[in-house]
């Protein structure tokens, strides 16, 4: 992928700076601490959305009485769009920056506006009061083709969101060129580009044996893609030799640890079916310090690794992503291809 839009790079720019915090003990205890209420908070959010749904909104734990319980539904609904874009605008920033003591609000108010989104979320689909009515309710084999495509329509979310990425970066004007095993993914992703007017390359191959020439790449992005090769330090290998000097290399993946396998396979697969049971293997997780010897060992020169989550959500509602303080699940991080090397020393 070559780089010729200033903004990626500024984007680059602005990641490395998010990777590299300022030190204090007291800092590093709050942005944990606002981490795992943010973690906690969008789970159960995003947990109550799903069930709430699946059941057509007659569960919920709300019991206020009719009429009245018109009002309070009303006001359940109306709170989320209202409270969202009353704090995106500049009062409701500098009202979430004071939230937070001392002097790390404003560098906090991300994370805070995720806390309380993620609260009217769960106020939303726990607090409402159901009106008893249920017009039909899917039995026998209605209810398990009613279950699978609301499965599949997650399923879906989830790989438009992967889709997502190199379509952005193309829109953006870098050249992009996607690789993938799945022949019919790649078909799929072909079409998706081809209708939305981008050009990108997009072809059929493994990480292991990557079909580029040498240096032929100034950044190669691994989203999702480390827990699932059969041969980690291959994967490095090839990704080191089609970068360029100098080139980056960007990748998230998860970590391997009973808070990640509960939240990837018992939650996710097992739970929730979001995805296919067997998607993932626990043993392929990766631990940080482990990625970062398997990167040394591939020649590049590792940066700092930061959590990988949901931070919030724009204006049109959309979940957004970006660094967190927590690594304990997802992680994401930056190695660096050595512009040169001179005798043992890579610069």
């Not at 083709?145 to 790989?159: D, E, F, I, R």
């Not at 292991?208 to 059969?230: I, K, M, N, R, W």
């Not at 041969?231 to 990704?239: G, I, N, Q, T």
């Not at 631990?287 to 940066?303: I, N, S, T």
Request: with cysteine.
């Amino acid at each position: 992928m070559t780089i010729t839009d200033p903004r990626i790079a500024r984007l680059i720019t602005l990641i490395r700076a998010a990777l590299r915090p300022p030190a204090g003990a007291g800092r590093i205890v709050l942005a944990l601490g606002m981490g795992l209420i943010c973690h906690a908070l969008f789970a159960a959010g995003v947990l109550a959305m799903i069930v709430a749904m699946f059941f057509g909104l007659s569960e919920s734990l709300g019991s206020v009485p009719w009429p009245w319980a018109f009002l309070a539904n009303a006001a359940l609904i109306v709170q989320f769009p209202m409270g969202h874009s009353l704090l995106l605008t500049g009062p409701g920033g500098r009202f979430m920056a004071r939230l937070i003591p001392g002097h790390h609000g404003r560098a906090l108010a991300t994370t805070t506006y995720a806390i309380i989104a993620s609260a009217q979320l769960l106020a939303l689909f726990t607090l409402g009061t159901p009106s008893g009515i249920v017009w039909w309710r899917a039995e026998g084999a209605a209810f398990w083709a009613v279950t699978a495509a609301y499965g599949a329509s997650w399923l879906l979310l989830l790989k438009a969101s992967f889709d997502a990425g190199a379509e952005a970066l193309a829109a953006r004007g870098s050249h992009v060129t996607g690789i993938d095993p799945a022949v019919a993914a790649i078909e799929a992703a072909r079409n998706h580009a081809r209708g939305a007017g981008l050009h990108i390359g997009y072809d059929v191959g493994v990480g292991e044996a990557l079909p580029y020439d040498d240096a032929g790449f100034d950044a190669v992005v691994c989203v999702d893609v480390l827990e699932h090769v059969t041969d980690r330090h291959k994967v490095l290998s090839e990704v080191a030799r089609v970068l360029r000097p100098g080139g980056l290399f960007l990748f998230d993946t998860i970590n391997r640890n009973p808070m990640a396998r509960l939240a990837t396979i018992t939650v996710a697969e097992d739970l929730l079916r979001l995805l296919p049971r067997g998607t993932h293997d626990p043993a392929m997780f990766i631990k940080p310090g482990e990625l970062r010897r398997a990167m040394q060992g591939a020649g590049f020169v590792p940066g700092p690794v930061t959590g990988l989550g949901p931070r919030g959500m724009n204006r049109r509602l959309d979940l957004t992503f970006g660094p967190l303080p927590l690594t304990a699940i997802l992680y994401m991080g930056i190695a660096r291809k050595p512009a040169f090397t001179t005798g043992d020393t890579a610069c």
